[in-house]
């Protein structure tokens, strides 16, 4: 740029909220003239006009028929001129562009334009010294795997027909076809065919259960109930009568579950209870390290990118939720607003805590991740693709071995205290 603009002469500081910082760019008529030379110089290298090659258009002309494209030429030559100098001036560190606002322009008398940074937190980590955490060890007993392994044999019973003539009674599930009556006359959508009931559960039709218990297959019940703010009348048939069958703890089912003997079963199932069980202890204590470091280290995040991270878990959201339990992208981006500001801060805090710890990822350390990732790959097209990819997310994957490094050093340093869920 051919303009210069001296910091604290026409570019001042005017606001700091947080990691947000405003500065002013004021230009008198001089500047801003320097400013509109070169940016008629370089208009003309791009306008045509009738009766004009390109580059060949007097500027008087481009100045009077082109104000507008003038207009922001100037702004983005004064813009691109304040920025190495309040970026210098200021020792900011932006994390997202600028936002040029409030631009005032008065052709050949003045220009004022307010550029607006944010910035990344600056913090001195504190608190992470010898964190309090509790972890809460969790013994499995033999009754709780007992439970899990009749909650897989529940989850596998199946129905069959119950024997012949045998009567509806509570431990069935019955198939029924109903009428439903108001006032003697038929409902209009009122009858239903082959609904399955289950005989121990309560119903949505209040006294239905109760009134096919003890019939037969084909037999019909007919019982009076409400039915939102009426009384209705409801003839039910009875079309089959179906028994539950909880599959045995015998041979088929040791089978199924890869296993010869009971013992194994419940060996199997013990580990796989104390791995969750020791996940989620993990999982907790961790909370509470977390919860310390945010406490001891309060930060003003950068707006933007807690937009962009609530954003994200947005995306992430739609991905893993069903669709009906999606809510407007708005009142979403709301409710995951605390967490994205939770995830950024718990980052800042890391960051500046393996800075000063001098925590690193080694190219060595990155190369062994990379191995991990190629084992996991079975063509060689799968691998090319991995490594490619591998190398474009390579600075965002040793921040992330950096991240989970610190927060190992930070465990390591605390005071955990054991006691029994």
């Known amino acids: 740029m051919n303009i210069t603009l001296g910091f604290g002469d026409k570019i001042k500081k005017i606001k700091q909220e947080g990691c947000v910082h405003v500065f002013s760019v004021n230009l008198d008529a001089k500047a801003l003239g320097e400013a509109s030379q070169e940016a008629l110089v370089h208009l003309q290298s791009v306008v045509s006009l009738p009766g004009f090659r390109v580059g060949k258009v007097p500027l008087a002309m481009i100045k009077d028929q082109f104000p507008s494209m003038v207009k922001d030429e100037v702004l ?9 100098e309040i970026l210098k001036g200021s020792q900011l560190n932006p994390v997202v562009s600028p936002l040029l606002k409030d631009v005032k322009y008065d052709a050949g008398k003045s220009l004022y334009f307010e550029i607006q940074f944010e910035c990344s937190p600056t913090i001195e980590p504190k608190g992470y010294e010898k964190i309090a955490a509790t972890r809460k ?43 439903t009556f108001e006032n003697g006359a038929p409902v209009k959508d009122g009858s239903v065919k082959g609904e399955i009931v289950d005989l121990s559960s309560p119903q949505t039709i209040a006294g239905l259960a109760d009134a096919v218990v003890g019939a037969k297959k084909g037999e019909s019940r ?11 009348h409801f003839k039910v048939t009875v079309t089959e009568i179906k028994k539950k069958v909880v599959p045995a703890l015998d041979e088929n089912f040791l089978k199924e579950a890869g296993v010869k003997t009971v013992e194994e079963l419940k060996g199997n199932v013990k580990k796989l209870l104390e791995q969750g069980s020791s996940e989620k202890t993990e999982k907790d204590m961790l909370s509470q390290i977390e919860d310390a470091l945010l406490k ?13 991270e609530a954003q994200e878990l947005l995306e992430l959201f739609k991905k ?12 979403m981006l ?19 805590i393996a800075k000063k710890e001098k ?16 084992a996991r790959l079975n063509t060689e097209d799968e691998k ?12 965002y994957i040793r921040a992330s071995m950096v991240e989970s490094k610190t927060m190992s050093l930070v465990k390591d340093r605390a005071v955990i205290k054991e006691e029994k869920a």
Do not use: C, W
Not at 143 to 150: F, Q, R, S, W
Not at 153 to 177: C, G, M, Q, S
Not at 334 to 350: D, F, M
């Open 76 to 84: 983005d030559i004064a813009a691109k001129a304040a920025l190495p």
């Open 320 to 331: 893993r939720a069903p669709m009906e339990q999606h809510l407007p992208d708005e009142s």
């Open 296 to 308: 001891s280290n309060p930060m003003t995040l950068p707006p933007t990118l807690v937009k962009e």
């Open 334 to 352: 709301e409710r995951l607003k605390p967490v994205a500001e939770r995830n950024l801060s718990l980052t800042y805090i890391l960051h500046h």
């Open 222 to 232: 007919e019982f009076d109930a409400p039915f939102g703010d009426k009384k209705m």
């Open 137 to 179: 060890v969790h013994v499995v007993t033999d009754a709780e795997v007992d439970k899990y392994i009749n909650q897989v044999r529940e989850y596998n019973a199946y129905l069959k027909p119950a024997d012949e003539n045998e009567a509806a009674a509570k431990d069935h599930f019955v198939i029924v076809d109903y009428d």
């Open 359 to 374: 925590v690193e990822a080694t190219d060595a350390e990155l190369e062994a991740e990379l191995e991990k990732v190629m």
């Open 384 to 395: 090319k693709k991995g490594r490619e990819l591998f190398e474009k997310r390579k600075e």
